[in-house]
């Protein structure tokens, strides 16, 4: 059975808070925002690898910046 | 978008995204990286944290609907984990807490299914046809209105128990108590149904026009939904978010009414910090992204908000300059230390404070008309109410920034030297921004220029009563050293390069890191143009005469050159002759003369109105808010009838003690039909100021030198004359420019010839000649036969200071000193 729109709304953000508290548990520093940009991308075939990188990457010139 | 970092940021990731060596994610290698955290978490002591990666790891893993798919375990669930994997930072480190779900429970079923599954069916027919008993029949209609009114009543008690609920809520949100008589006396009994409706009333009216504790997360957007389609476009914007992206997470979480945000609005730009919707941090305003509104998206809120946000930034700054200001005065004065912050800055931080003072006043009326709720208000009613405040605020906020923040970080032990720049500079800053506003006054809705104007008189003030009191009394009274010139204390009255030595130049731009006057004493020998004035007495007219400068490099201190470029620009074209005023006053003051220059045009117990409330006054005559009236504003002088005075003498005299014929007798003398009243000098001056309004007038600029200028002249032609005409009636100064001209000009030159023929035969022949005597007796015989009145005046010596390895020839009368007396 197809699941309805608000079924998988409640799902997905389920999928979002286990992902936040896996995050927290593992002190990466995403907030809500980022992950579910994230999410999108990975499911766009972002590789994570380079995702990571890249936002290793511009949190150091953030930082070099403030 | 249009920044250059943006972009850049853009290009590295896609550049990463597109060209990288990366390998794509292996579930095995996740869960052996996974399985390799909770071990060492284990080793770490840190159990917990294992078993709760386990578990979430396994629950996220069997989650569907990510990629597309009804299933766990996708390439997405392995990259997302891979990528948090990545990501982790010292995980041993951090304290972690899982989070404890809100089990909620139940609301219990309440609905009527009884009735809704008989359908209303008569139930009489049912027990009709199982019994024959009429006393059936007759009792069953009893039964179930028995049944029905214990429906009734339990319907009832349910509706007073949820009644008693609220009225407990609001009592205790009032914070109020059964015995202190304000609520109506109640059973506790919780069924009993003692309990009137009409309280209930009163509680629900209460608790409508209570404030939400928004700031406690207590607003619910229930109550905050508006009837139009428009009103709840948050809503409708959250909605489409979420069918378009079925991640959306909203940030904001708080909802708030318009209103709410414009009373926070409202405090905030009072330059209160403590807020909940704006957060300070220390720099600027910032919006609360937990809180949103139903009307507006969260970008058009923080739109419509920024510029109030930057105008509130800009409040605090200005309010935190005058915080610092009066400290450091307060600190100063009561530490008995010599006043570090020039006058103007205060004089600045005055008119400041007061505008600051105004705008709260207005502040404080809008809120009083939010309160009262009797208009609707809304964030652009605000905006357009406050537009010519906040136009003044940036105008304000410009000049602080440009006039003085620009020169805070400058740090110098000599604070004297550097208060003159920084009074220099603020005031240039005002009078440029007034030439600006001026130049746009006719499309200025908000009288700009007059503000400025107003401003700027004001912090003009000091500067301008330092040269009252100099060029009117001859006192240059200056304690925080911000004046362009400064006495130098080392030359005398008397002394001879009084005129050259006695002011000198008090800038020193911290730029250059040297004084002007330090950078002419470097210079000695150069031959620069000096323009002098001096003033003829028979005709009372200035001339101009160039003098080709000597070799002496002190006589360049007095450069009306240097004058020309240090200080307030409205002020350099007076500035040479408040100097020139300034230096005659003190020269005669020291010749004894300095009553005779004084302001003889008031009573002897009037103060001269100085330099500053003339200007002010003849500024108002020009604009036509006064008539001409020359009295100074201190004094006021009115009639008082011989009854009155009488009754005020003898009441005095008659006092027991104090009765003395002679003492009225003089009194009667001396003030004898007139009541004196002094009026406080202070507020007039404040009172003349705040009448400049009128938008109409060009070139207000213009218009405050034609005010101010003449003034300094008068006082110049004035002071300047009178000790010419003294030195040349007293001093025979022209007798002495004549002698100069003939003795050290060589003018006559026969006495020269005379003179230095004798001295000339003698070097010739290798005589002896340097006998002061012999050159005295030379002398004598040179002058006697033309100018006999000079001879007493005139007198010669050998110097022995003269290098005496200097071979030239012509070198060798350098020794010879003619003095004229």
Redesign the interface.
Same mark, same amino acid.
């Given at each position: 059975m197809a699941?309805n $729109?608000n079924q998988? *709304?409640a799902?997905? *953000?389920?999928? &979002?808070d286990? !992902?936040m %508290? &896996? *995050?927290?548990? !593992?002190?990466?520093?995403?907030d809500?925002?980022t992950m579910?940009i @994230?999410?999108?991308? @990975?499911?766009s075939g /972002?590789? $994570?690898? #380079? !995702? #990571?990188? /890249? &936002?290793?990457?511009?949190r150091r %010139?953030t930082a070099n &910046?403030k | 978008e249009s920044d250059e970092n943006f972009r850049l940021c853009v290009s590295f990731a896609d550049s990463n995204f597109k060209y990288h060596r990366y390998l794509s994610p292996d579930s095995h290698k996740i869960h052996r990286a996974i399985d390799g955290l909770c071990e060492k978490f284990e080793v770490h002591s840190q159990k917990q944290k294992a078993v709760d990666l386990k578990e979430l790891t396994t629950l996220f893993l069997d989650q569907t609907g990510l990629d597309g798919k009804d299933t766990g375990k996708t390439d997405v669930h392995y990259a997302l984990l891979s990528l948090i994997l990545n990501l982790a930072e010292s995980p041993t480190k951090k304290d972690f807490h899982r989070k404890k779900k809100d089990i909620l429970p139940e609301k219990p079923d309440d609905f009527d299914w009884k009735n809704y599954l008989l359908d209303d069916e008569d139930l009489n027919i049912m027990s009709f046809a199982s019994s024959d008993s009429e006393t059936d029949e007759e009792s069953l209609p009893d039964t179930y209105e028995d049944e029905d009114t214990d429906d009734d009543e339990n319907n009832r008690k349910k509706l007073q128990q949820q009644l008693l609920a609220e009225s407990d809520q609001v009592a205790h949100a009032f914070g109020v108590g059964d015995g202190d008589g304000f609520l109506p006396a109640r059973s506790h009994d919780r069924g009993s149904d003692v309990l009137k409706v009409d309280t209930t009333d009163e509680y629900q009216q209460l608790a409508q026009i209570l404030t939400v504790e928004y700031w406690k997360g207590k607003s619910k957007e229930e109550d905050v939904v508006g009837s139009h389609a428009a009103s709840n476009l948050a809503r409708d914007w959250k909605y489409y978010q979420s069918q378009i992206n079925e991640f959306y997470t909203p940030q904001a979480g708080i909802v708030v009414t318009e209103l709410q945000v414009v009373r926070e609005t409202v405090w905030m730009l009072s330059g209160i910090t403590e807020l909940f919707i704006f957060k300070y941090d220390g720099k600027e305003f910032r919006l609360n992204p937990d809180v949103y509104v139903m009307h507006l998206t969260a970008e058009s809120l923080e739109s419509s908000l920024r510029p109030l946000m930057r105008k509130a930034t800009q409040v605090c700054v200005l309010q935190s300059f005058v915080t610092d200001i009066v400290s450091q005065v307060c600190s100063s004065i009561s530490s008995g230390e010599a006043q570090c912050v020039p006058q103007t800055y205060q004089a600045f931080t005055g008119s400041v404070s007061a505008f600051l003072a105004d705008f709260k006043r207005q502040l404080h009326k809008i809120e009083k008309d939010v309160m009262k709720q009797e208009r609707v208000m809304s964030l652009e009613r605000l905006m357009f109410d406050l537009n010519p405040w906040l136009a003044k605020i940036q105008v304000v906020h410009g000049v602080y920034i440009s006039g003085i923040a620009s020169v805070a970080s400058i740090s110098d032990n000599d604070c004297s030297t550097n208060n003159c720049f920084r009074a220099s500079l603020l005031l240039n800053v005002l009078y440029q921004a007034v030439f600006e506003a001026d130049l746009t006054s006719l499309c200025d809705q908000e009288s700009q220029a007059c503000f400025l104007l107003q401003v700027l008189l004001k912090t003009s003030e000091p500067v301008i009563q330092i040269i009252s009191d100099w060029i009117n009394n001859g006192q240059l009274r200056d304690p925080a050293g911000e004046f362009i010139v400064q006495r130098n204390k080392k030359i005398l009255s008397l002394n001879e390069t009084f005129w050259e030595k006695a002011f000198v130049p008090n800038m020193k731009s911290p730029s250059e890191g040297l004084s002007l006057l330090d950078i002419t004493l470097q210079k000695p020998g150069s031959q620069e143009t000096l323009n002098r004035t001096t003033s003829k007495t028979t005709k009372n007219q200035t001339t101009h005469r160039k003098v080709s400068g000597s070799s002496s490099s002190t006589a360049k201190c007095d450069q009306p050159d240097v004058f020309l470029k240090l200080g307030p620009q409205f002020l350099q074209p007076i500035l040479n002759d408040a100097v020139l005023t300034g230096k005659s006053m003190e020269m005669l003051e020291t010749l004894g003369r300095m009553a005779e220059v004084l302001d003889v045009d008031c009573e002897i117990y009037e103060r001269p109105p100085s330099l500053y409330e003339l200007f002010i006054r003849d500024l108002r005559m020009k604009m036509g808010f006064v008539s001409e009236d020359r009295r100074p504003c201190s004094l006021i002088v009115t009639p008082v009838t011989a009854s009155e005075k009488d009754t005020v003498v003898d009441r005095q005299l008659n006092v027991p003690g104090e009765k003395d014929t002679l003492l009225n007798i003089n009194f009667a003398t001396i003030f004898p039909d007139i009541d004196l009243k002094i009026e406080d000098n202070r507020k007039c001056k404040t009172d003349l100021l705040p009448e400049l309004s009128n938008n109409d007038l060009p070139d207000l600029l213009r218009l405050c030198e034609s005010c101010l200028y003449p003034h300094v002249r008068s006082r110049y032609k004035i002071v300047c004359s009178k000790l010419v005409q003294i030195l040349k009636s007293e001093y025979h100064l022209m007798d002495c420019i004549h002698a100069m001209q003939r003795y050290y000009l060589m003018s006559s030159g026969e006495v020269a010839y005379d003179f230095y023929t004798h001295i000339f035969q003698k070097i010739m022949n290798r005589e002896f000649w340097h006998s002061g005597s012999m050159l005295e007796l030379y002398l004598h015989e040179a002058v006697a036969p033309r100018f006999p009145q000079d001879l007493s005046k005139l007198t010669v010596t050998v110097s022995t200071d003269v290098n005496q390895k200097e071979k030239r020839a012509i070198n060798q009368t350098d020794c010879i000193q003619l003095k004229y007396k």
């Open positions: 699941a $729109p998988k *709304s799902a997905a *953000s389920q999928t &979002i286990i !992902l %508290e &896996i *995050s927290r548990l !593992l002190n990466t520093g995403l809500e925002e579910a @994230c999410l999108r991308l @990975c499911e /972002v590789n $994570p690898e #380079a !995702l #990571a990188e /890249v &936002i290793r990457e511009l %010139e &910046i | -």
